[in-house]
């Protein structure tokens, strides 16, 4: 049998701000009480606030409230052992295998779901799977193959420490299956009627020939993606094509002074290309913007994604999809067959001590640590605007590219196919659960460098032998430069009169390999000028050949 324990997701946020793991949690509940499979849901309760939560959720699913079990989690002994598999929808451990040790063997497995993988909360969350008896019949299930590298490249640090600390070998046992998180595609097939079109259009003011890139999620440059690439790539596309191209943004900004950024951004870059912000609790568009779109544009650069429901909603809503080649959401593209995937680059490995150093000494907030370590990652802008260019002007391949994605949501990401994987999973664990001694361990560091643990989310890292070339004019970098949305990390970088001379040395010889340019400026801090080449990419200032 399975137990869900079970905290609150705090379901009162507003309709204008819902966090994506709330989202997630309750979404994932629902779609278990739909497709799963006991005849009894049993849910380890903290307080009544979890509980009117359960029911809450299970009311919105269609669930009868006679099929809710509510057990009191403090006491372990006599609500825990009749189960096989305890679950969390989030990674959180509390003192779950610590519970587990007052039960007779053999006991029960422990299944925690990872979400966003960042943060100095994330390094203490990860370290006590190693710290706590944990066994290799216990697992944290992966959205996405990134997430799971994540998790393993710091796990690898810690054992690392652990050798060097102590001279012993430690590796975390945990196992860490990756299965997708769901969507209801006939929810988001509804969503998409030509009415829905015809009313969305004419509230947003857009002429039928309009080709409308639909951009859906939080607006924030520090913890979900700079829009300078959706902006340059938007306009370069309008440029090259002809055709009116209008980038529609709904969401919500993050924080609020990041609305005049992006404005103000936007109209500076964007003469050809039009952008137009939405509320996402706009009155007008109950059902969101999903019918208004004739592509998805999403170009995340962030490290708090992981995974990305929104083009998997955007796959079931029938959209054909621009997005990075990023962490999670690679995993969802057919590259040229259901949608297309940008190419990232982020400094190597080792390049990013200066950014722990920041979040650990609390020079910088979670939200200052990922957006500056996403300002050295970089978006190929010119492969972005050739995939929109390519299915602004031809609708028959947009056509295409949306029935491939729309029915490899159905085959795929549809919660009635991911829920009984779930349930697989279980009765494999619990089939080899074991009744062996349980293991102890031991400490250490948290907050690992970012461009080694996040070293698989981009297409690649910045290797010595990249060849970069100047394709800025000078007015041009002057005027990028003029907008604190793009330098405001420049603590992290070579400071701007060194920056200067690199990107001078690099136009005077009609390009440079990366080596050559460490090697031409030794006086520099090699991780500075890694961190600022890429910084110096995302701005479209140097061309990656």
Known sequence: MLAIHYSSVNLSGTAREVFGLQVAIANWLKAFFRYGTPEKFHFLIGNPKDWSEVEQIAAEAGLDGKRLVALDRRYARENFANFKTIFRPDPHLH?????????????FNFCGLAHAIGGMETGDLLEKYCLAPSEETDAIICPSHAVKAAIRSFWDLYGDYLEQRFGAKFTCPVQL?????????????????????????????????EVVLLWVGRLSHAIKAHPYAMFAAAERAAEKTGAKIHLVMQGYFVPDEAET?????????????????????????????????????????????????????????????????????????????????????????????????LLLSGREMYGGFLGKSAMSVAVDIDQAAEAIALLATDKNKRK????????????????????????????????????????????????????????????????ETDRLFVVADTATIKKLWSHEINVFALDIMIPPDEATQLINAISAEGGKTAGDIMRQFPNFNTSRVWRTLTWLLKLGILRQA
Not at 177 to 204: H, M, N, S
Not at 403 to 424: F, G, L, T, V
């Open 400 to 463: 295409s590219v949306a029935d491939r994605a729309r029915q490899r949501a159905r085959e795929i990401y549809d919660w009635r196919n991911i829920i009984p994987a779930y349930e697989n999973l279980w009765r494999e664990m619990a089939a080899k659960r074991s009744a062996a001694k349980k293991q102890w361990v031991s400490a250490l560091p948290q907050v690992p460098d970012p461009f080694t643990m996040y070293a698989s989310y981009p297409t690649a890292p910045l290797k």
């Open 177 to 209: 299956p990756v299965i997708p998180l769901g969507i209801d595609v006939a929810r988001f097939e509804a969503l998409v009627t030509p009415d829905k079109r015809a009313d969305q259009r004419k509230k947003l003011g857009l002429a039928e020939d």
């Open 261 to 357: 950024m992006f404005k103000k951004l936007a109209a500076d870059f964007c003469t050809k290309a039009k952008v137009t912000f939405v509320a996402s609790d706009d009155k007008r568009f109950p059902d969101g913007l999903w019918a208004s779109g004739d592509i998805f544009l999403s170009l995340i650069d962030n490290m708090q994604e992981s995974f990305g429901l929104t083009p998997i909603e955007a796959m079931a809503a029938g959209l054909p999809r621009v997005i990075s080649d990023w962490d999670g959401y690679r995993d969802s593209v057919a590259h040229g067959e259901d949608g297309f995937l940008i190419r990232t680059t982020q400094p190597p490995p080792g390049s990013g001590h200066a950014l722990s150093e």
């Open 95 to 107: 003192n779950i295998l610590w519970q587990r040790q007052q039960l007779p063997a053999p006991g």
